[in-house]
């Protein structure tokens, strides 16, 4: 579409849009309009010099739904911000999120998207990688699109027991295991996508282990092929917006020892229908 209210630029074939133009502290109601039909049509989108507080980097992403709290992840509740995860590393803390993934699969209603800002960056590395799953799904051949188009998948966040306080590790408890379709289909778009991912797809529903394990690993090898993905580099203040329900993403273990800081607000998906 034409865009009046802000400049949008791909980044690359498949899927991610540079936003420039807004105050994403003050953003009207035409621009708002236009920056939600640009996310869905680019999955990904960026923003840069984005100095807002964190009151305002989530009164944003409120308005494109209910505000998430992660079972685990509430390292600014004390402050008033339980919705905040923090996403922090240097040489004494590791990195997270570094392997693909969409967020909080395992629950019943996985996110719609998330809104991640970039506070404190690495002056090179720490990158983030987004990749398509529209186009994972376009690129597999007809006979695996009808065999996957049938199948359920078990997703299980009980990984996260091992950080949680024991009042958490009883929310985790009745939020850590769901079921979604292989195939997902957007509810908006109307398109299909793969929606399994290696962080917390654990089985193939009606499948032997063996068999789940091998379709597992191919399709988890297969969303990583480069033409699938963009790649975004961060600098204080950028912003990035995903769409969880069609992409996957990852941050680079390529600087390990740089501080590095993002600050995380989701937002409350659907369930998913294949």
Same mark, same amino acid.
């Given at each position: 579409m034409a865009y009046a209210h802000i400049q949008v630029e791909p980044i690359a074939g498949a899927l991610g849009a540079e936003i420039a133009g807004v105050d994403l502290a003050s953003v009207d109601l035409a621009q708002f309009d236009?920056?939600?039909q640009a996310f869905l049509e680019n999955q990904v989108v960026f923003f840069r010099d984005q100095d807002i507080s964190i009151d305002e980097h989530k009164a944003f992403a409120a308005r494109f739904g209910e505000l998430h709290v992660h079972p685990v992840l509430q390292? !600014?509740?004390?402050?008033? /911000?339980? *919705?905040v995860v923090v996403l922090e590393s240097d040489g004494k803390r590791?990195? $997270?999120?570094?392997? @693909?993934?969409? %967020?909080?699969?395992?629950? *019943?209603?996985?996110? !719609?998207?998330?809104? #991640?800002?970039?506070? $404190? $960056?690495?002056?090179?590395?720490g990158d983030t990688m987004w990749a398509s799953m529209y186009a994972a799904? *376009?690129?597999?051949?007809?006979?695996?699109?009808?065999? !996957?188009?049938? #199948?359920?998948?078990? /997703? %299980?966040?009980?990984?996260?027991h091992a950080i949680a306080t024991e009042d958490q590790k009883k929310d985790l408890a009745s939020r850590q295991t769901a079921s979604h379709p292989v195939i997902r289909t957007?509810?908006?778009?109307?398109?299909?996508?793969?929606?399994v991912n290696s962080a917390f797809t654990k089985s193939i529903v009606g499948m032997k282990p063996a068999e789940s394990k091998a379709l597992l690993d191919f399709i988890c090898g297969h969303i990583e092929t480069p033409d699938f993905q963009?790649?975004?580099? @961060?600098?204080? =203040?950028?912003?990035?917006? @995903?769409? =969880?329900?069609?992409?996957?993403?990852? $941050?680079?273990?390529? =600087?390990?020892? &740089?501080?590095?800081?993002?600050?995380?607000?989701?937002?409350?998906? %659907?369930?998913? &229908? &294949?």
């Open positions: 236009e920056i939600r390292q !600014l509740k004390d402050q008033g /911000h339980p *919705e590791p990195y $997270v999120a570094d392997r @693909w993934h969409s %967020d909080v699969t395992f629950e *019943e209603k996985p996110p !719609l998207g998330s809104v #991640l800002r970039g506070r $404190v $960056v690495p002056e090179r590395g799904y *376009e690129g597999l051949s007809d006979a695996m699109q009808r065999l !996957l188009s049938g #199948l359920e998948a078990v /997703h %299980d966040g009980g990984g996260f957007h509810p908006e778009s109307g398109r299909k996508g793969i929606y963009c790649r975004f580099r @961060w600098r204080t =203040n950028s912003i990035a917006m @995903w769409d =969880n329900r069609c992409t996957q993403h990852r $941050v680079l273990r390529d =600087n390990l020892a &740089a501080h590095r800081r993002m600050e995380r607000v989701t937002i409350i998906g %659907d369930r998913p &229908a &294949a």
